[in-house]
């Protein structure tokens, strides 16, 4: 079976720091990535998503990054954090199907404070 | 692109009253509509699905329509219990190469 996993849990982080989210997939190959942000109270925000290795394409302007440097890997970076930044960051993934998209499956979660 | 409008917003009923919630899509080539259940704190899990190809899905308590027609679909949940308060998302796509169009979500409270 398949399984996500998302570090760290909760992060506090200081205006203007970096920030490094992982996230790695087990279980399958080739799966499609993505990375959400859901800030308080509010709803899922689809911030970057990736079909294959090094292929990233981004749905929000903004001061972060992602990579997928490997098939099951996906990174979420920013150089400098803003306090906006701070949310309940998402990472999931999906089976490739042309068809009909599948399930989202989520990792869970990292909760980043800015301050 | 796809936008999905999704309500209520908040959705109070009691212990064992049935909830349904709505949501409208926009683009009628969409064909896969996803809904998600997230508890406080916790990461959105799937609760049930349906397909373009398909007008109503049962799994005990839940069930989804879909009027492709009308382009909504609704989420049924009977007998409802204080385990199902939360917020469940609704979602659209239109094909495997395209990314879920998420509704903003709607809070349900169930009270004992």
């Known amino acids: 079976s398949q399984t996500i996993h998302q570090w760290p849990a909760t992060l506090v982080q200081p205006v203007g720091s970096p920030l490094s989210l992982e996230c790695t997939v087990e279980g399958t190959s080739n799966p499609n990535l993505y990375w959400y942000r859901q800030a308080a109270g509010r709803g899922l925000q689809l911030l970057f998503y990736s079909v294959g290795i090094g292929q990233i394409s981004s749905e929000v302007p903004q001061n972060l990054s992602a990579s997928r440097p490997q098939d099951r890997q996906f990174i979420l970076s920013s150089k400098k954090l803003l306090l906006s930044d701070s949310g309940f960051y998402l990472c999931?993934?999906?089976?490739?199907?042309?068809?009909?998209?599948?399930?989202?499956?989520f990792g869970n979660g990292t909760r980043l404070t800015v301050t | 692109g796809e936008n999905v409008e999704q309500h209520p917003s908040t959705l109070s009923v009691q212990e064992g009253d049935s909830a349904v919630i709505k949501c409208t899509y926009s683009?009628?080539?969409?064909?896969?509509f996803p809904w998600y259940k997230q508890e406080l704190g916790k990461r959105p899990q799937l609760i049930i699905d349906?397909?373009?190809?398909?007008g109503e899905k049962k799994d005990q308590r839940i069930a989804v329509t879909l009027n492709k027609t009308a382009k909504h679909f609704s989420l049924h949940i009977t007998e409802t219990q204080p385990e199902d308060s939360a917020v469940y998302f609704c979602?659209?796509?239109?094909?495997?190469?395209?990314?879920?169009?998420f509704g903003k979500g709607t809070m349900l409270l169930v009270s004992p």
């Open positions: 999931a993934w999906s089976f490739k199907d042309s068809l009909y998209n599948s399930p989202l499956h």
């Open positions: 349906i397909r373009s190809n398909v």
């Open positions: 683009d009628s080539a969409s064909n896969y």
């Open positions: 979602a659209a796509s239109l094909s495997g190469y395209s990314t879920l169009t």
